[in-house]
């Protein structure tokens, strides 16, 4: 005799087919642009491209430590820590549901832009909320070509693209202070600064929101005859405070622009885009970061007038994306 049993109701509204698939793991959206500007988007997958769970080294890099030590002591002395560069590593899935052709063309314009030997591209994260955070970064392998049946197939791919990462903190983005000398004697927008006929002077506080130093870049509108940029900070490993001091020595009209540029590698000064302004540098000038927190900031403008204005432009820099 046959077993009866209750036949199970299915609502009407899930009757209409296979869910779609919900992502287990979802990731941010992650983008490549290659050193021309073109970019590749990973996270796309209505064309054909998704970020797959197990990326690795989105977040801190590893540190040299340089120690001492001294006989008859246990222990040593930590007198120095570096970050080091990274490598960053995305699986990322391929296809292409019209033709294999498609699925070719597609991979291949990847291949292209990711040739290392045009220098290095920028690597994008973009949170659900619209933050972003950038890293500079270059291809190192993962597309050599694997034709295994877990790998690839007819018109669908699987790499783990390796990507090497000279800074490794990640960049947020750009932050700007504007100061100007104006007829109620104050800087503005922030926090008032005094002025005089033949200068501007006053602190101001920038806090840096990044987890390590952020290197300024300062324009400075004439007429001036001489600027003082001076950062007043506390050593973290000694608890001392420290003065660092940026003076130009020179005359400029109206129609002048200084530029400082105070980041690593590219430490610039320069007049009107062109002339060399480091011999003009005082002795004592040191191209000083922000560091993270506040900083308080000293600006001197002798020479200045009310169309005189200093700008700071900055970009935090993370030790996470």
Same mark, same amino acid.
């Given at each position: 005799?046959?077993?009866?049993?209750?036949?199970?109701?299915?609502?009407?509204?899930?009757?209409?087919?296979?869910?779609?698939?919900?992502?287990?793991?979802?990731?941010?959206?992650?983008?490549?642009?290659?050193?021309?500007?073109?970019?590749?988007?990973?996270?796309?997958w209505e064309n054909g491209w998704l970020l797959q769970p197990g990326a690795k080294g989105l977040d801190m890099p590893q540190y040299a430590f340089a120690t001492d030590e001294s006989p008859g002591i246990d222990g040593y002395e930590l007198r120095d820590v570096r970050a080091q560069g990274k490598e960053i590593i995305l699986p990322v899935a391929l296809w292409a549901n019209d033709s294999r052709q498609a699925y070719k063309e597609r991979r291949r314009r990847l291949i292209n832009s990711l040739n290392p030997k045009r220098g290095v591209g920028t690597l994008t994260l973009t949170e659900p909320d619209g933050a972003t955070r950038t890293i500079g970064a270059y291809y190192t392998g993962g597309l050599e070509g694997d034709e295994s049946l877990d790998a690839a197939g007819e018109r669908w791919c699987i790499?783990?693209?390796?990507?090497?990462?000279?800074?490794?903190?990640?960049?947020?983005?750009?932050?700007?202070?504007?100061?100007?000398a104006g007829s109620t004697e104050e800087f503005f927008p922030f926090?008032?600064?005094?002025?005089?006929?033949?200068?501007?002077?006053?602190?101001?506080?920038?806090?840096?929101?990044?987890? +390590?130093?952020?290197?300024?870049?300062? @324009? #400075?509108? &004439?007429?001036? $005859?001489? %600027?003082?940029?001076?950062?007043?900070?506390?050593?973290?490993?000694?608890?001392?405070?420290?003065? +660092?001091?940026?003076?130009?020595?020179? @005359? #400029?009209? &109206?129609?002048? $622009?200084? %530029?400082?540029d105070t980041r690593e590698r590219r430490q610039t000064a320069l007049l009107n885009g062109s002339v060399n302004l480091w011999p003009d540098l005082s002795d004592d000038s040191v191209m000083w970061p922000l560091e993270e927190g506040d900083n308080q900031l000293n600006l001197v403008v002798d020479g200045s007038t009310a169309t005189t204005s200093v700008s700071m432009t900055y970009q935090p820099r993370y030790l996470a994306s």
């Open positions: 005799m046959p077993i009866l049993v209750p036949s199970v109701y299915v609502p009407p509204e899930e009757q209409s087919g296979v869910p779609w698939p919900k992502l287990i793991n979802p990731m941010p959206q992650v983008s490549f642009t290659d050193p021309r500007g073109v970019t590749t988007v990973f996270s796309d790499n783990a693209l390796t990507f090497g990462v000279p800074s490794p903190f990640w960049i947020g983005g750009e932050v700007t202070h504007n100061w100007k926090l008032p600064l005094l002025v005089g006929d033949s200068q501007v002077l006053g602190e101001v506080v920038v806090t840096n929101p990044g987890d +390590d130093f952020a290197y300024p870049v300062w @324009t #400075i509108k &004439g007429p001036a $005859t001489a %600027v003082t940029l001076t950062n007043t900070r506390t050593d973290l490993t000694t608890g001392q405070q420290i003065v +660092d001091e940026l003076t130009v020595n020179r @005359t #400029i009209s &109206g129609t002048d $622009t200084i %530029v400082i």
